[in-house]
């Protein structure tokens, strides 16, 4: 099964960096979102990246021209139905996505396979709402996508072989590696990471240190790029909300209880570098 034309659904920070690699490796784009000024901005954002990419020499400029004249946007889902492969990159709440799914796909050819980017959902559930879950898969980028050289692969239930291969081969042509989980809560990157983040804000909620002390401690004392505060700040505090409570929810054990003070946060719009504030003050 060969995938030329690839759709991404949802032009935010995950959507936009899908459409960036999948256009740099040479497929076509087709970039969908509900608003128009998510769509402009995720171009300027593409074409920004791609401006840096060119001047520290790791692509060339025919190779942004080129890439950027791949990408085109619809405001349109079901123009989506002309693609071989859907990477759904919505936010991350299931009725969104089953809401999509189900106006997409009555547009699908019978061959196009579709994915969802979700970090935390279960792909055999969102599957059994559409009419092809042996061509649906869980296809999980990790942000930024254009730097980070991960994409893990989640088979639901259903998901046939040829689906399986076709998107490994999509993740090899993308220059990335693929590492396949199976599908529980959060498979395998969110499941041990997010109960870190969890737990270092219960460190911060009962002051056994600040937010200087954590995310230093952690950076310098593990080698970690990141802080675990500074790095769900960079995520989203209500992705990593989101995704505690899948685990909790999902799994069952209080081990995975969200932070009271993550809920807090939350509740207040403090989400981070998105919202401007979040352990850190952005404005
Ligand atoms: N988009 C594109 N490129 C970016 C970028 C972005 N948003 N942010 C940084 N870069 C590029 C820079 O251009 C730079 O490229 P060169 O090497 O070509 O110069 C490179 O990344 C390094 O950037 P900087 O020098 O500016 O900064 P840095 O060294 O501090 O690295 C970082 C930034 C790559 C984000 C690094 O801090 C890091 O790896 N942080 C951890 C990220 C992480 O853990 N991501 C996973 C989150 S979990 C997830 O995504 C799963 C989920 O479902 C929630």
């Known amino acids: 099964m060969e995938i030329k034309r690839v759709g991404v659904i949802g032009a935010g920070q995950m959507g936009?960096?899908?459409?960036?690699?999948?256009?740099?490796?040479?497929?076509?784009?087709?970039?969908?979102?509900?608003?128009?000024?998510?769509?402009e901005r995720a171009l300027e954002t593409i074409t920004s990246n791609m401006n840096r990419q060119v001047s520290r020499e790791k692509i060339a400029g025919e190779d942004r021209d080129a890439a950027l004249g791949r990408i085109r946007t619809t405001e349109t889902l079901g123009e989506l139905?002309?693609?071989?492969?859907?990477i759904e990159a919505a936010t991350e709440r299931e009725s969104v996505k089953d809401a999509i799914f189900a106006e997409l796909v009555p547009h699908l050819g019978?061959?196009?396979?579709?994915?969802?980017?979700?970090?935390?959902?279960?792909?055999?559930?969102?599957?059994?709402?559409?009419?092809?879950?042996?061509?649906?898969?869980?296809?999980?980028?990790?942000?930024?996508?254009?730097?980070?050289?991960l994409v893990?692969?989640?088979?639901?239930?259903?998901?046939?072989?040829?689906?399986?291969?076709?998107?490994?081969?999509?993740v090899e042509r993308l220059g990335k590696t693929a590492s396949v989980a199976e599908d529980f809560p959060a498979f395998i990157v969110n499941r041990?990471?997010?109960p870190m983040i969890n737990e270092a804000v219960y460190v911060l909620y009962e002051g056994v240190g600040g937010v200087a002390s954590i995310d230093k401690a952690m950076k310098l004392g593990t080698n970690h790029p990141m802080g675990p505060l500074e790095l769900a700040d960079f995520i989203g505090l209500d992705t990593c909300l989101s995704i505690m409570n899948v685990l909790h929810d999902g799994l069952a054990d209080t081990k995975y209880?969200?932070?009271?003070?993550?809920?807090?946060?939350?509740?207040?719009?403090?989400?981070?570098?998105?919202s401007q504030r979040g352990f850190y003050d952005y404005r």
Not at 152 to 170: K, P, Y
């Open 152 to 170: 893990e692969l989640i088979r639901g239930i259903a998901t046939d072989e040829e689906t399986f291969e076709a998107c490994q081969s999509v």
């Open 16 to 39: 936009s960096g899908i459409a960036h690699v999948c256009a740099l490796a040479g497929y076509d784009v087709l970039l969908n979102d509900v608003d128009p000024d998510a769509l």
């Open 257 to 274: 209880r969200p932070c009271p003070l993550l809920t807090k946060y939350v509740e207040a719009g403090w989400l981070g570098r998105k």
């Open 192 to 194: 041990i990471l997010m």
């Open 81 to 86: 139905g002309e693609t071989d492969l859907v």
């Open 110 to 149: 019978s061959g196009t396979i579709l994915t969802s980017n979700t970090s935390s959902i279960s792909i055999t559930r969102l599957a059994s709402k559409t009419d092809r879950p042996e061509k649906f898969m869980g296809f999980h980028f990790m942000n930024p996508v254009p730097v980070m050289s």
